[in-house]
């Protein structure tokens, strides 16, 4: 068993940054890969970026690519996402998930999953 839970959302206005954290515990010590999800109201979980354990391979959705980047520090059980360059389109609640050695864009291939934090971007 995984136990995450997200911090670091809120209010910002467009242009803005912010560092979402994922702070995971339980069995840390196996080869999960994390997954940075969101989901407005009426629409489908997209995908944003994911991360193997060892942080060598990462993959982006194309509508965050060269704006959000993702990485991990496995010392502290933790998955950060740097958001820049924020647009109003960027609100939503945003969660993390894990899942066992590869992250995919499916959220349904994804076992474990925080409670999510509250993005939102003013114009």
């Known amino acids: 068993q995984v136990q995450l839970v997200e911090s670091g959302g809120g209010l910002v206005q467009a242009g803005d940054s912010l560092r979402l954290s994922c702070a995971a515990s339980?069995?840390?010590?196996?080869?999960?890969?994390m997954g940075w999800f969101r989901q407005s109201p009426g629409k489908e979980r997209e995908f944003l970026a994911g991360?193997?354990?060892?942080?060598?391979?990462?993959r982006y959705a194309d509508s965050v690519k060269g704006r959000f980047t993702i990485s991990r520090d496995n010392t502290k059980n933790t998955v950060y996402l740097q958001m820049n360059s924020l647009k109003p389109e960027d609100t939503a609640v945003y969660f993390c998930?894990?899942?066992?050695?590869?992250?995919?864009?499916?959220?349904?291939?994804?076992?474990?999953w925080g409670q999510g934090t509250q993005v939102t971007v003013s114009s």
């Open positions: 991360i193997r354990y060892s942080g060598s391979y990462t």
């Open positions: 998930a894990a899942r066992l050695f590869s992250p995919t864009e499916y959220a349904d291939e994804y076992d474990y």
């Open positions: 339980g069995r840390t010590s196996d080869n999960y890969a």
